[in-house]
């Protein structure tokens, strides 16, 4: 249920702050959901490299972002030379954004005519080149959220905020780049991604200002990190798999992250080989279903108001399974359109969701830990949901091969696949996901226990310990 909080003496985070940190969510989540989603079709169909050369390189890839972002995470969470006057996140999000752009669009341009290992050898090293510095901006934009946003008011109205602004720009973003897109034009891949930096680095100039800290804020951090025992890594993991939320929430991140990578990845197997339509028809789903998906965010708004964070979160993860499910049905694209109609409307309750929850267990283990460590949980949190990257490639590839897809650019419909193949292409996008959600949900539902008064505890003793802000 949700808490009953006294706010008559606290600051509260203004609107315009909420609507600025919000573009970091799009930035962050556009990459992490949309940015990387056609990566598989586009290696594997557009530049024709074999399915055992991507398995090998997308492990290679998840397995380095597994270990960086952890690592990274843990090494930057600590106050620098530059935290009195820059603050502890705001610095590494400012220069990591170039970083990121770079690579992002390198990524798309590997090198043709060169044979297979040079271009399996680009895919390792742009990728990895590529996360090593979103890990580091990541890490801190979500590792911000929880000191800028603290009270339960704070998170629930901002993190509604955060998704109606998430859902709007990157619907756009979507809509824009799969206009851009052709199937069989390899080139098309690479100005969609280029355009898409241009728009992110215009939402860049939005996001300073949100993530700037207060001096208030700043000095918190020095003071809390000198005042605390000094720590390994390893004991900060340690201290985190311990809290039981924290490990129950971070599973239940990976799950649905994973859920909605491998669905998002099959998105244009279904759109070109299940249903015969051109990328193009991705935009009527991306507009449609966010349309439908904001129109419901008062209601999710009010229901988590009433009802808790927990409850909320176990009752949407469980419809999200079984609306999944409705997708290894569909016999052609407007059923599909339909169905995400319906899927929006309850995805945007999970949504709202997931910061809130987060912020609760990074709070809980920075009260074991005795100063803040919130870029180290996002980093924890992101080590385990690497795994979504790692699935796509361990379950779509071996799909592909054991079902017989025909990987030729030029196959478009049902007609060019047989029936095998189109059946594992909706297994990979339905069933699996499907079933992971409804699994997760129940065991969210009974093992998550951070409301009510334990929360207000918790509250209580992050402010005794002087690092609730």
Not at 71 to 88: A, V
Not at 92 to 115: A, E, H, K, S
Request: net charge neutral.
């Amino acid at each position: 249920m949700a808490i009953e909080e006294d706010l008559s003496q606290w600051e509260i985070a203004s609107t315009g702050k909420m609507i600025s940190y919000g573009f970091g969510y799009v930035v962050v989540n556009y990459i992490l959901l949309y940015g990387l989603s056609n990566l598989l079709y586009f290696y594997e169909v557009e530049m024709g490299l074999s399915a055992i050369y991507i398995l090998l390189a997308g492990v290679i890839f998840a397995l380095w972002n597994m270990v960086n972002d952890p690592l990274l995470g843990f090494l930057t969470d600590k106050p620098l030379k530059w935290t009195p006057r820059y603050g502890l996140r705001a610095p590494w999000v400012v220069v990591c954004t170039p970083l990121i752009f770079i690579f992002f669009y390198l990524i798309w341009i590997p090198p043709q005519g060169m044979g297979a290992m040079v271009m399996f050898l680009w895919f390792i090293l742009m990728t990895c080149a590529f996360d090593t510095f979103f890990s580091i901006y990541n890490d801190h934009v979500y590792g911000g959220y929880t000191n800028q946003f603290p009270s339960e008011y704070e998170r629930r109205r901002s993190f509604a905020i955060v998704t109606i602004i998430m859902f709007l720009v990157i619907t756009g973003m979507i809509i824009i780049g799969s206009l851009l897109i052709e199937f069989g034009n390899p080139a098309s891949f690479a100005f969609s991604a280029l355009v898409m930096i241009i728009l992110m680095a215009i939402f860049s100039i939005i996001i300073f200002p949100g993530i700037k800290e207060s001096a208030e804020m700043k000095q918190m951090f020095i003071t809390a990190y000198e005042k605390a025992e000094k720590t390994s890594f390893f004991r900060t993991l340690k201290t985190a798999l311990k809290t039981k939320n924290f490990t129950v929430s971070l599973a239940g991140y990976t799950i649905q992250v994973t859920a909605s990578t491998i669905y998002l990845a099959s998105l244009p197997y279904m759109l070109k080989d299940v249903y015969g339509v051109p990328f193009a028809m991705n935009t009527l789903l991306a507009l449609l279903g966010t349309a439908a998906a904001i129109l419901s965010i008062p209601f999710w708004y009010n229901y988590s108001r009433k009802h808790g964070f927990k409850k909320t979160y176990w009752v949407t993860y469980i419809l999200q399974g079984i609306l999944y499910l409705q997708f290894f049905f569909t016999p052609n694209f407007w059923a599909h359109l339909i169905c995400t109609i319906i899927f929006q409307i309850n995805g945007i309750g999970l949504t709202t969701m997931l910061m809130p929850v987060a912020s609760d267990t990074y709070d809980e283990v920075s009260s074991h830990m005795g100063f803040r460590v919130d870029a180290s949980m996002v980093g924890i949190r992101t080590f385990f949901f690497r795994v979504a990257f790692l699935l796509i490639f361990l379950v779509i590839l071996p799909i592909h091969l054991l079902t017989g897809y025909n990987t030729d650019p030029n196959a478009f419909g049902p007609a060019d696949q047989t029936a095998a193949a189109l059946l594992g292409i909706r297994i990979h996008t339905a069933l699996i996901p499907g079933i992971m959600m409804i699994i997760m949900g129940l065991i969210f539902k009974k093992f998550y226990t951070l409301e009510g008064e334990e929360k207000l505890a918790l509250v209580k003793k992050l402010k005794d310990m002087g690092i609730y802000r």
